[in-house]
């Protein structure tokens, strides 16, 4: 008989965006003639851009003709794709990453939960509370126990920003903008983790999967803004939530040249190096259509188009932010990213109020509590809709 790995038995057995579908068909059912107004999963609504799509139906004639027929992938990505990354993402941005530095997956969530394969188990992990829930239950499905992981308190009197731990961690996971708060570092705030990181010898994971969302000019939209993050920091970035790829899988990890990571036994091991090594082991590459049409979003067309979508939802998550406000309820968020973090009413804890505004107004948001215990008594909205779902939204509670 084979042996389960027990780890799996450690993390919630019902994830939290499965119970919010379940509690929906259920709403559903209960009353089959009602529209929910869906703002708690961050899945986009705008179709793609026409400019990815000319790119893709092109790859696709492609794939159709001896003469420029695909294969197998390159593990870390395509060299059209790579280039434009670093020269558009970085370059442009006076970051120095180079394209060779760039490996392009299939998203975010896999590649943040993925990288766990490079970790020793002897490493102390720092996970931010509330935070996106893929980070911690990757680590504990890698084997890390519950006292090798330090939760690093993000309240409202802190702004909503993780505190620098006071002891020495060996890995951090930090998202900015944050998913779910919707708040983001500053350049000091950001230089004061790298900082803390080359003081430290920790490793940074920042995941940067909302960076076309700032419009703060003094938020940093890369780690790699900062002086000395290149030593000290990974990052991971989608094209999900800028161009609308959250069906048609695309994202890159950015590991500079340079930055290693202890061995047991002494010596270092460069992480680039094993990180193309685990995905050449587990993982054949994102498919040739999709990287076409992820370099066409740094075409001209790409990228008015890109931002027409990150105006919509922005101005819904403004909407939002400021209905609840309106009625006397804190709200934070929704101005660096699509997600609105809303304090719940007296009288309700965050599932209570995610029940409440389902059964009352059929508008799902994501409890709070959902994304670790400091989120207890907070509920996330997402600008990840339509705006007649926000004007739908402002006539069901503004009255």
């Not at 008015?304 to 919509?312: N, P, T």
């Amino acid at each position: 008989m084979a042996f389960a790995n027990p780890s799996f038995l450690e993390i919630p057995e019902s994830y939290l965006f499965a119970t919010i579908a379940k509690k929906i068909a259920e709403e559903r059912a209960r009353v089959p003639d009602r529209a929910i107004i869906r703002m708690g999963i961050g899945d986009v609504t705008i179709p793609l851009p026409k400019a990815c799509l000319d790119a893709m139906h092109a790859a696709v004639d492609e794939m159709g003709r001896a003469e420029t027929f695909q294969g197998y992938p390159p593990y870390e990505g395509y060299a059209f794709l790579r280039e434009a990354i670093a020269a558009n993402d970085y370059r442009a941005r006076g970051c120095d990453i180079a394209a060779d530095e760039i490996y392009v997956s299939d998203g975010a969530k896999s590649d943040t939960a993925n990288f766990t394969d490079l970790y020793g188990p002897e490493n102390v992990i720092a996970i931010s509370d509330p935070v996106y829930p893929v980070y911690l239950d990757s680590v504990r499905l890698a084997g890390f126990k519950a006292s090798q992981i330090r939760f690093l308190p993000c309240t409202e009197a802190g702004g909503f920003l993780p505190e620098i731990p006071k002891e020495t961690v060996d890995i951090v996971y930090l998202c900015s903008p944050n998913n779910p708060t919707g708040t983001a570092m500053n350049r000091a705030q950001l230089a004061a983790w790298v900082e803390y990181a080359r003081n430290h010898g920790t490793l940074i994971l920042f995941d940067a999967a909302y960076e076309a969302y700032v419009s703060t000019p003094d938020v940093p939209r890369s780690i790699y803004e900062i002086p000395g993050a290149r030593e000290v920091a990974v990052e991971f970035r989608s094209f999900s939530k800028n161009a609308g790829f959250t069906g048609t899988r695309c994202s890159y990890t950015v590991v500079p040249k340079g930055l290693t990571a202890r061995m047991k036994g002494g010596g270092t091991v460069d992480l680039g190096k094993l990180w193309l090594r685990r995905q050449a082991t587990k993982f054949n590459g994102a498919p040739y259509i999709i990287q076409r049409g992820a370099a066409a979003v740094y075409t001209p067309e790409g990228q008015r188009e890109v931002k027409e979508r990150v105006a919509v939802y922005m101005g819904n998550a403004g909407r939002i932010r400021a209905l609840f406000q309106s009625l006397g309820q804190k709200a934070f968020g929704g101005v660096d990213a699509p997600y609105v973090w809303v304090r719940v009413p007296d009288g309700f804890d965050s599932w209570g109020y995610f029940d409440h505004m389902l059964r009352t107004h059929g508008v799902a948001g994501t409890p709070g509590s959902g994304f670790g215990p400091c989120g207890e008594g907070w509920i996330r909205f997402t600008g990840f809709g339509n705006p007649a779902d926000v004007d739908r939204l402002e006539g069901l509670i503004g009255r």
